[in-house]
Nanobody, 128 residues
Framework: QVHLVESGGGSVQAGGSLRLSCVAS?????????MGWFRQAPGKAREAVAA????????YYSASVKGRFTISQDNGQNAVSLQMNNLRPEDAAMYYC????????????????????WGQGTQVTVSP
């Protein structure tokens, strides 16, 4: 069993930056094909933020964060980070790290459907 633990959330003013981290622990035999960050604000549907293919680090972003956020993985591939710059009030949400362990996640890497392991989330608050 793989467990994901997020950290790095907090409160910032608009224009500020935060770096979220997601550390994977547990089974060393479970392949995490895709790693992604998703967010959900109160009263809104969960949406994709960014994702990457663990095999080569290829990254993908939602239109709303492209150019401001950067997803990356460490060399050991046990952690994935999300660097968030120029934060806006509309970025405020609970941010979740997720992993997809089958190749199905590659076909729709920004779709949460094929992500089967989820962290508990970390809160991001952005004040105007």
């Amino acid at each position: 069993q793989v467990h994901l633990v997020e950290s790095g959330g907090g409160s910032v003013q608009a224009g500020g930056s935060l770096r979220l981290s997601c550390v994977a622990s547990g089974s060393t035999t479970t392949t995490r094909v895709c790693m992604g960050w998703f967010r959900q604000a109160p009263g809104k549907a969960r949406e994709a933020v960014a994702a990457l293919y663990s095999g080569n680090g290829a990254s993908y972003y939602s239109a709303s964060v492209k150019g401001r956020f950067t997803i990356s993985q460490d060399n050991g591939q046990n952690a994935v980070s999300l660097q968030m710059n120029n934060l806006r009030p509309e970025d405020a949400a609970m941010y979740y790290c997720a992993a997809g362990t089958s190749s199905r996640c590659l076909t729709r890497i920004l779709d949460s459907t094929d992500y089967n392991i989820w962290g508990q989330g970390t809160q991001v608050t952005v004040s105007p």
